[in-house]
C-alpha cells in the first residue's frame, strides 16, 4: 500500500524568496517519488523524480527536492521564486505498484 | 516524438449525449492510464491499461463510462449517456518500463462540458 500527503493546499510567496512544498508519503516498498507540475489549462509535466538513486534530485526550472527516509518526506524547494512558477504542484509516489498515487496538489501563487 | 495526444480538446454537448474521448500513447509505451480532475475531486484515476488490457477500473464511476485499448496506439474514453456531473478535464497518460518506472507523460487533456 501507498500513499501521499501534500501539506498545503495553497502556498503564497514573493517574487525572489524562497518556496517550499511539502510532501509526505508512505509506502510498503522502497518508493520511487516525483513532482509534476501543472501550469492553467495544461496538462502535467514532470518535475524531477527520486528513483533510489542521490537523495538530493535536480529538476527543470532550478527546483530540487530532498528524499528523507526517517521523515518519510520529500519536499519540494526552490531557491527564488519566479512569477512563472505560480502552478498547482503534484508530489507522486509510486515503485512497488504499477500505479502512481498522485497527492491532492499544492497551488503556489507567486506575488510580485 | 510529439508525446501524447487527446483528442477532441474542447467538447461541449448535451446531457444524454454519447461521448468519445480519444488518446494515442507516446510509441513504445506499454501502459496507459485515464484520469479525471475537477475542482471538487482533484485528479482521479479512472482506469490503467498494461498491454492494452484493463488492468485496474476501479475508478471507473459508474457503468456509463467504458475504455477501450484496441491496440498499442490508440484507446478511447466513452460516456453514455453523459451527465452535466460529468463535465470535467480528462487526461491520458502512458508510460514504459524501459524509460522509468511509472514516469508518466500527460497529454493537455480534453475539457468537457455538459449542459
Known amino acids: 500500500a501507498q500513499s501521499v500527503t501534500q501539506l498545503d493546499s495553497h502556498v503564497s510567496v514573493s517574487e525572489g524568496t524562497p518556496v517550499l512544498l511539502r510532501c509526505n508519503y508512505s509506502s510498503s516498498y522502497s518508493p520511487s517519488l516525483f513532482w509534476y507540475v501543472q501550469h492553467p489549462n495544461k496538462g502535467l509535466q514532470l518535475l524531477l523524480k527520486?528513483?533510489?538513486?542521490?537523495?538530493l534530485v535536480k529538476g527543470i526550472n532550478g527546483f530540487e527536492a530532498e528524499f528523507k527516509k526517517s521523515e518519510t518526506s520529500f519536499h519540494l524547494t526552490k531557491p527564488s521564486a519566479h512569477m512563472s512558477d505560480a502552478a498547482e504542484y503534484f508530489c507522486?509516489?509510486?515503485?512497488?505498484?504499477?500505479?502512481?498515487?498522485f497527492g491532492r496538489g499544492t497551488s503556489l501563487i507567486v506575488h510580485p | 516524438d510529439a508525446g501524447v495526444i487527446q483528442s477532441p480538446r474542447h467538447e461541449v454537448t448535451e446531457m444524454g449525449q454519447e461521448v468519445t474521448l480519444r488518446c494515442k500513447p507516446i510509441?513504445?509505451?506499454?501502459?496507459l492510464f485515464w484520469y479525471r480532475q475537477t475542482m471538487m475531486r482533484g485528479l482521479e484515476l479512472l482506469i490503467y491499461f498494461n498491454n492494452n488490457v484493463p488492468i485496474d477500473d476501479s475508478g471507473m464511476p459508474e457503468d456509463r463510462f467504458s475504455a477501450k485499448m484496441p491496440n498499442a496506439s490508440f484507446s478511447t474514453l466513452k460516456i453514455q449517456p453523459s451527465e452535466p456531473r460529468d463535465s470535467a478535464v480528462y487526461f491520458c497518460a502512458s508510460s514504459s518500463r524501459v524509460s522509468g518506472a511509472n514516469v508518466l507523460t500527460f497529454g493537455a487533456g480534453s475539457r468537457l462540458t455538459v449542459l
Open positions: 507522486v509516489v509510486g515503485g512497488g505498484s504499477y500505479i502512481p498515487t
Open positions: 527520486y528513483t533510489s538513486a542521490a537523495t
Open positions: 510509441s513504445g509505451h506499454n501502459s
